[in-house]
Structures are given as C-alpha cells and as structure tokens.
C-alpha cells in the first residue's frame, strides 16, 4: 500500500509540473480537436487544422504571403497558377513535393459537391505536378479570389502521402493528420484533452513552445474559473467565454484583455418567402422595431460595434451608402397599419391570421439567447408576436439550409471571405442566406450578377454591383443587422508573451506566443 502512494503521489507530481512547465502552453477549448481531416468539415476545429496543416499561400489583407509555395506567377489569360514550392517536410520527415499538393486536390476533387461552397472548385480544370517542385493549377475562367480561396482553413491544406488511406479518398477518412504547419497531434483523449507536439521539420520559425494542451471544458464557467487559478494559460476563440466574463477579467491585473478589429457580422436573417415574413412590410416593421443601442449597450457591454448592413463598410466593395433604418416604434406601427395588420389585443392580425413570427436560436450560446429575449420584448411593442426556439447546434444549422425558420440567427465568416466567397455561397440552396433571400424577385438577377462578380477584375464593376446587390437586401430587409463582431481573447500577464492575433478568424497564432520568463 505504501509503494502504491509513492507511486500515484509521483505520478501526481510529474502531471502538475507537466501543466506548468513552460514548454507547454496550456488552453481550453468545448470540443476536441477532432480527426483533423484537412478536406472535410465538423468535427474537425478549424484552429486546430490551421495548426497542423500548411495551405500554399497565406492570406494577408494586404498582400498573399508565401507557404508551402515560396513564390507563384499568374498567366496573362488568368487561367494557369504556377506555384514554385519550398523546400519544406511534412512533420513525419518525409519531403513536400508537388505529387504530394496533386494527392491532395484529387482528394478535395473527388468530393466536389461537398465543397460547392467554396467557388473555386467549380473553376478547377486541371492540375498537375511539372516537376518535383513546381505545381500547376488551371482554371476554366479567371477568378480573382483564387488564392485567397486557397489559403482558407479548408479544404485546400496539404496531407502528406502516409496519412492518406490506401485509396487516397479523403471523404472517407484519414489514417493521420500529418501536415507541415508548426505543430503535430502527439496525442488525443476524447472529451479531456488534446496534446499538440512542436513540429521540429517546420520550414518557418519553430514555436517556442514544445507543447500545446488543449483542455477540453465544454462549460464556459470551467474554462473561466480555470483561467483565473492558473490551470490554463489563455483563452481564445468564438464561444470560449462571455463578454461579460471579458470585461471582468479585463480588470484583473493577472490578465491581459485583447480585443481584434472587427471581423464578421453578428445578424438574423428574415425568410422572405415563408410565412409572416414573407411581407415585405413585416421585415420593415422589425427592422424599425428593434432597439439595437440596447442591445449593443446592455448584452454586448459596448464591446462590439452596431451594424446596418451584411457586410462591414470598411471592407473592399461594401460601403454602400446604406442610410440605416431608424428605430422608430410610431413608424413601424404605422407601416403594419397601412399594410393590412391591425392591432387586435396584444398582437395584429390579418384576414384571421396572428402576426407570429418563429425565430431559433443555438440553446447554449448565451449571447444569442439574450439578444433573441430583447427582439421578442421589441417586437411585441408593434404587436409582432416572437415565437422564440432554442435549438441543439445540429438542428439548428439543419434549419439554416433547409430553409423552415422565419428568422434565424446567422454570421458573416470575416476575412478572407468577404465579400467574394461569401457572396458566392449565396447561390447555394444548403445556405441561410439563400434561403433567406429565395423569396425576392431579384433573386434570379443577384446570383447571376454573382457569378460575374466574382470572376471580374474590373474594379468599377465590382464596386457598382456590390453597391446595388447590398441596397436591394436592406431595402428589402432581408437581414437584421447587430453588430459587427471581433475576436477576444484573455491571456495570463504572468505565462505569456507576444500574444498576437491572426489574419483569419480560425488562426489562434500559438506558434508566435512565448513563455513569459523565456
């Protein structure tokens, strides 16, 4: 008995200093990393793809930066990519070479559909390894967002050969995520933790750190709590704590507070052709029916910015000239009236019908469920009857691409998405924002007028189109803007350094942070 207590009193030991060391970084997360297929979709957390997995470039609002290709030209016709790869090694030391960049896009080719989203798949004619080195992508048209459409999260990072099962179909698995970013997957345990390993074949600068331990703490108070008692480093990510808990913890001198520009659009899109909502005068009601000073002042703390429109004004191609709808009770009262919608008790009704709109929201994210709270006290001032519904995750994005909601809460995905990739995913019927808009009669029109967006280089035409695709959905109140969005994060003053946030929503950066006392 006494050898066993030395033992697990040893064991105990070497755990905690392991937490502590500073060769480790530790952090939390709700879920597991997942397998780590760098060519499909949930489970698989995109931080921890960007983590393990090179793309070819790196996107930089300002100018691609290089990756896995060290430097790339572009036919006159816009049709031929040639990209001149580094010499670099995947993390299980075998060499990066341009069959093995081939392997990969057969893979993401073989299931096309699934990644219809993405506009670029569809342009793909052919590709082809030259040499050892040099790798060819051809496209059936030009298309101005192909490299930022290549450096995204998914589906275009690159597999090494071993971690490809035997018949290279990536839709149905892989045997490892082996990839060239700066870290490695050493170990997993489903619902405790995910241990990523220093990447020592990294071509680019090796993180300081040997280790990243990602606890797996699915409630926002754990993660929290341990933050403050120093079991963890630092948090960051979309839903790893609240805003309330960030203006908090701001104040602690233990803690440093970050806060990143904006990023995406927080808003609730209308179905336009179902239902209550499908009135036109409806939308506009709501939309001068919901307070968002209040929301943005008592929900969000003023930590984010109020948003009148899709897409964040200053990003390229979307300052529209959006004169925001005002809030203003008197006048949606009045528009409901004029529009048939008379007040009868509590709520309006017409030709025998209760104005009730059904909103759904994810039951577990806080911030929506408030914001859902505020809209349903606003709306019932006009005598819009709100129907709130609290959704699991899966049921809820199941919603968003079928199409059976009224309003529904929905994102913008930030840079490098916008306004190109996420313009195009419009056209996807698997989409909210297609759903949402399916009922305009200018539907027909703005997806072809998308189409030729997102294939033009003149830049006079992109702007004009732009500007009157983003009028047509706020004059027609298609979706309820909130805010503009940013990232958080809360770092521990006395752990780390050189805390920076990436160009993209889904890079957590780790392989820059530094141990404090380094």
């Not at 093995?100 to 559909?113: G, H, R």
Request: proline share 4%; net charge neutral.
């Amino acid at each position: 008995m006494k050898k066993f207590i030395i033992i697990f009193f040893i064991f105990l030991l070497s755990t905690t200093v392991y937490a502590k060391n500073d060769s480790t970084l530790t952090i939390a997360y709700p879920v597991n990393a997942g397998p780590l297929n760098p060519h499909l979709y949930n489970p698989n957390q995109m931080y921890a793809q960007t983590m393990v997995y090179d793309s070819l470039v790196r996107y930089n609002p300002d100018d691609m930066e290089p990756a896995l290709a060290e430097k790339w030209s572009i036919s006159d016709d816009g049709l031929t990519y040639t990209f001149k790869l580094r010499n670099a090694a995947f993390s299980d030391g075998s060499v990066v070479t341009a069959e093995a960049v081939v392997m990969n896009f057969n893979a993401v080719m073989q299931n096309k559909a699934r990644h219809s989203w993405i506009s670029l798949v569809s342009m793909i004619e052919s590709f082809s390894a030259k040499d050892e080195k040099t790798f060819i992508l051809k496209l059936s048209k030009p298309y101005n967002l192909t490299l930022k459409e290549l450096s995204v999260a998914r589906p275009f990072r690159i597999l090494a050969p071993n971690g490809f099962l035997d018949d290279k179909n990536t839709s149905k698995g892989i045997k490892a995520p082996i990839g060239s970013g700066p870290w490695k997957l050493k170990e997993t345990r489903l619902g405790e933790y995910d241990i990523f390993e220093r990447n020592e074949y990294y071509w680019g600068q090796k993180p300081k750190y040997k280790y990243v331990k990602v606890l797996v703490l699915p409630d926002a108070n754990s993660r929290i709590i341990a933050l403050e008692t120093g079991k963890i480093d630092m948090l960051i990510g979309e839903g790893s704590f609240t805003i309330e808990n960030f203006v908090r913890l701001s104040k602690n001198k233990n803690i440093a507070a970050y806060k990143s520009e904006p990023r995406v659009t927080n808003m609730i899109a209308i179905n336009t052709a179902k239902n209550n909502t499908k009135d036109v005068n409806v939308r506009k009601a709501v939309m001068m029916a919901v307070n968002k000073d209040n929301i943005i002042k008592y929900i969000l703390l003023n930590q984010e910015i109020k948003a009148e429109q899709i897409f964040n004004p200053m990003l390229e191609y979307c300052n529209a000239g959006i004169i925001p709808y005002e809030y203003n009770i008197n006048k949606a009262n009045e528009i409901l009236e004029n529009a048939g919608w008379k007040k009868k008790g509590l709520y309006r009704e017409k030709d025998g019908i209760i104005l009730s709109i059904d909103m759904h929201y994810i039951g577990i994210d806080p911030k929506q469920k408030a914001i859902a709270e505020i809209l349903q006290a606003d709306l019932m001032n006009v005598g819009i009857k709100l129907n709130l519904s609290a959704e699991e995750s899966t049921i809820f994005y199941s919603l968003q691409s079928n199409g059976s909601f009224d309003m529904i809460f929905n994102k913008t995905w930030g840079p490098p998405f916008e306004p190109g990739t996420f313009a195009g995913s419009m056209r996807k019927p698997s989409h909210a924002d297609y759903q949402a808009q399916s009922g305009l009669k200018e539907k027909e029109y703005i997806d072809n007028m998308i189409d030729k967006l997102i294939v033009s280089d003149n830049t006079t035409f992109i702007a004009e189109k732009y500007e009157e695709i983003l009028n047509i959905f706020h004059n027609e109140a298609v979706y309820l803007p909130i805010s503009y969005e940013l990232d958080l994060a809360l770092v521990r003053k006395d752990r780390v350094k050189n805390f920076q946030f990436g160009n993209m929503v889904t890079e957590f950066m780790l392989h820059t942070l530094e141990p404090y006392n380094d």
